[in-house]
């Protein structure tokens, strides 16, 4: 290696230092890119459809496009993230089906990871799902209504995360995520996506250790969030360009 002693920033067997010794690199970067991109989409500051480009990503990021390729390949396997041959990746946008389909599933699994946490009987569980009401009766105050949102998802999440279940709190991450983007497609300009009790008196019948309670409260909850939405069938016939283009 040829080495040029005039540099002052080039010394022999001392590599270059780096941009920052703080600076996360690696599988490190990779999830605070994933975190960011999680975040913005809980809080509905990346709608669905919105493409998400390598090259500008890897330039907000400051890292290379095979490092957001992965994280962009993770949040496909979620379901947060579409991609399409020849066109690039784009944050989901699911269907009146696909919603339908994910509160069929929510009904099913979330009753269950109910039964699991009341049966842990953990304080820790409790107390994390009440810091979580707290967060969003915070912005509630504020009238955040993108944290209202963000925090609504993280509140099924951490619920999921606290059961002990990791194969139900991975799907649990799918389709919490995926009612988010649903929301922002069907919900109403007003409605908030929770009640603003119902997180509270779901913790309270768990803490209570009332198990069938906290399952009806659930249950009942996923009613109100899925009502909130216009899921009415979309007409998907073809436009009669003559009809819709002729006069009087």
Do not use: W
């Amino acid at each position: 290696m040829i080495v040029n002693k005039k540099d002052p920033k080039v010394r022999a067997g001392k590599p270059r230092a780096a941009k920052s010794d703080k600076a996360p690199v690696g599988a490190a970067l990779r999830e605070a890119i994933y975190d960011r991109i999680l975040r913005s989409v809980l809080e509905h500051r990346l709608p669905p459809g919105t493409k998400l480009v390598e090259d500008r990503l890897a330039e907000l990021f400051e890292t290379s496009r095979a490092q957001v390729r992965d994280v962009l390949a993770r949040l496909a396997n979620e379901g947060l993230v579409q991609t399409i041959p020849n066109r690039g990746a784009f944050i989901a946008a699911p269907s009146v089906g696909q919603t339908r389909e994910v509160f069929e599933a929510r009904r099913l699994i979330e009753p269950a990871l109910v039964r699991r946490l009341v049966a842990r009987r953990d304080p820790k569980a409790v107390a994390a799902l009440r810091a979580i009401v707290a967060e969003e009766e915070h912005a509630r105050s504020k009238q955040d209504r993108p944290t209202m949102v963000r925090l609504s998802g993280e509140f099924h999440i951490r619920l999921a995360e606290c059961a002990g279940n990791r194969m139900l709190e991975r799907s649990m991450r799918e389709l919490a995520s995926l009612t988010v983007l649903a929301i922002f497609l069907y919900d109403a300009p007003h409605a908030t996506a929770c009640r603003e009790d119902e997180h509270e008196l779901l913790v309270a019948a768990i803490e209570g250790r009332r198990t069938e309670r906290a399952v009806a409260l659930m249950l009942e909850h996923l009613d109100h969030i899925e009502s909130s939405l216009d899921l009415s069938p979309r007409s998907d016939a073809p436009v009669d360009l003559a009809a819709a283009l002729g006069g009087d």
